[in-house]
């Protein structure tokens, strides 16, 4: 998902019941295959990559090997031992106060997840209407403001109507669009144009500027999470110790393909240093219609961008708080305000809390002139707070498999320790970069820089909880089942 487009059939984070499947409706697992590669796979981060030319190759089989595949593993034992999340697993293996920063962190990532994907579709929408508006950090501000509010005022209704636009997002939004951008790609290189990236194998690793100039590749991390929740499904295999390994490189080999080829044909056709962030998606598909007199067709891909990724944010926009809730009532982790539901059983209180948080971020993008270092500044900490829980999700499963080892696995993954070893030190390495300025950037304001993502990561990731646990009263803790609507 890219963690950033969740289709509908995936579990809400931290809910506290896992889905197995009776023997009559097993998976098979190119099927589960299918599934994670619509969870992972986006056009999103082309943009972001592309900047690298033919070494964005490099730049994403790296953390596919050192993140996304200890992720896979790691989590599918735990799903097939333990019901319930994220939460269960880290309370299990540690403590419950740290299953509670667990999922809080899959929630908060959310808060700069959504201003990060509604700048995508701000920019990509302004093609439709007018390119000029794509560097404009008013007009991303307002489209984050609009668009977040109506998306909440959907979801506190309990609309389920919406899902389908989700689980069509990966034909809709990724393939279609991106075979596109491919296929004309290489048509334009094949008239004879020059690539605008170098393409020979001196390119094939980043030049190295220092430390700084690695930053990009943190954001890669994040487009490979979400592993954890496709883990769930291990269960409904047959063979889950040989078919779901077998999953997860499917899976791998497809999103690769997705990321890499995309973002090679944007660095065919559009310079680095005109690339915004942002926008860069369609600045590819306008260059190259361009070419071939089509320009004509920019809005209809823009349109289809636009609708796969709204389609993700209505339908996951209750999701992760759903599952801070439900843990709230039952442990008092929350105050009663925030575990209060509407007339439709919906938590429409952290929903508008959120909401207001996301107004505040959205003042950013007008705020800060660069609207692709806007982008940017909150797809790290988005990131950063998210690794957080991979951190804990690492070490819980080493004390899970060293505490109880004779526990009822489904899945048992190879060379725990070692993947737990090499998931953690890459997820850490990714937290201390990610604080790092990127030299595309330039580095004259590295301490505002730190300052912002720090105060955002920290803040929000780790001072946040750690108030609402040690400020919790008795009385903030509600029933144990399922939530009921408020009449």
Same mark, same amino acid.
């Given at each position: 998902m890219s963690a950033m487009d969740m289709p509908a059939d995936r579990p809400v984070a931290g809910s506290t019941a896992r889905s197995t499947a009776p023997a009559t409706h097993w998976i098979s697992w190119v099927a589960l295959a299918m599934m994670t590669t619509s969870s992972v796979a986006s056009l999103r981060a082309a943009p972001t990559m592309a900047v690298y030319g033919l070494a964005c190759v490099f730049l994403y089989l790296l953390p596919a090997v050192l993140f996304l595949l200890p992720t896979s593993l790691v989590s599918a034992e735990l799903a097939s031992g333990w019901d319930g999340g994220i939460y269960k697993w880290v309370s299990e293996g540690i403590s419950k106060p740290m299953g509670f920063l667990a999922v809080w962190c899959q929630f908060a990532m959310t808060i700069f997840y959504?201003?990060?994907?509604?700048?995508f579709v701000a920019s990509t929408l302004a093609y439709v209407i007018n390119p000029d508006l794509a560097s404009s950090g008013v007009w991303t501000?307002?489209?984050?403001?609009?668009?977040? +509010? $109506?998306?909440?005022?959907?979801?506190?209704?309990?609309?389920s109507g919406v899902a389908g636009l989700a689980s069509g997002g990966l034909i809709i939004g990724t393939l279609i669009p991106g075979v596109i951008l491919v296929v004309l790609g290489v048509v334009f290189l094949g008239q004879g144009n020059t690539s605008a990236a170098p393409m020979d194998s001196s390119h094939l690793l980043p030049? +190295? $500027?220092?430390?700084?100039?690695?930053?990009l590749i943190v954001n890669n991390f994040l487009s490979y999470s979400g592993m954890e929740m496709n883990a769930v499904h291990v269960s409904s295999l047959r063979k889950p110790g040989k078919e779901f390994p077998r999953a997860m490189f499917l899976a791998m080999g497809l999103v690769l393909l997705i990321f890499i080829l995309p973002a090679l044909a944007i660095s065919w056709i559009v310079p680095a240093d005109e690339l915004s962030l942002t926008a860069g998606v369609m600045q590819a598909f306008d260059a190259v219609f361009a070419q071939?007199?089509?320009?004509w067709l920019t809005p209809i891909l823009g349109i289809m961008l636009v609708a796969a990724s709204l389609g993700g944010m209505l339908t996951w926009l209750a999701g992760p708080s759903r599952g801070l809730l439900l843990i709230s009532r039952q442990e008092g982790y929350l105050p009663p305000f925030l575990q209060a539901l509407n007339k439709h059983g919906v938590q429409q209180n952290i929903l508008v809390a959120q909401g207001a948080v996301t107004t505040v971020i959205a003042l950013g993008y007008a705020l800060i002139p660069d609207v692709s270092s806007a982008y940017w500044i909150f797809s790290v900490i988005t990131t950063q707070v998210y690794l957080?829980?991979?951190?804990?999700?690492?070490? $819980?499963?080493l004390r899970l498999r060293r505490n109880q080892p004779d526990h009822p696995r489904g899945y048992r993954a190879?060379?725990?320790v070692?993947?737990?070893?090499?998931?953690f030190a890459a997820s850490l390495a990714a937290l201390l970069v990610g604080f790092i300025p990127p030299s595309q950037f330039g580095g004259d304001n590295g301490f505002v820089y730190f300052i912002i993502v720090g105060g955002g990561a920290l803040g929000l990731g780790l001072l946040v909880p750690f108030l609402f646990y040690r400020f919790r009263k008795p009385t903030w803790r509600q029933a144990e089942a399922e939530p009921e609507a408020a009449s």
């Open positions: 959504y201003p990060s994907l509604l700048g501000a307002c489209v984050i403001v609009v668009i977040y +509010w $109506a998306g909440v005022w959907v979801s506190s209704r309990g609309t030049a +190295w $500027a220092g430390v700084s100039s690695l930053v071939f007199g089509t320009q957080i829980m991979y951190l804990l999700m690492f070490v $819980a499963a190879p060379m725990l070692a993947m737990c070893g090499v998931g």
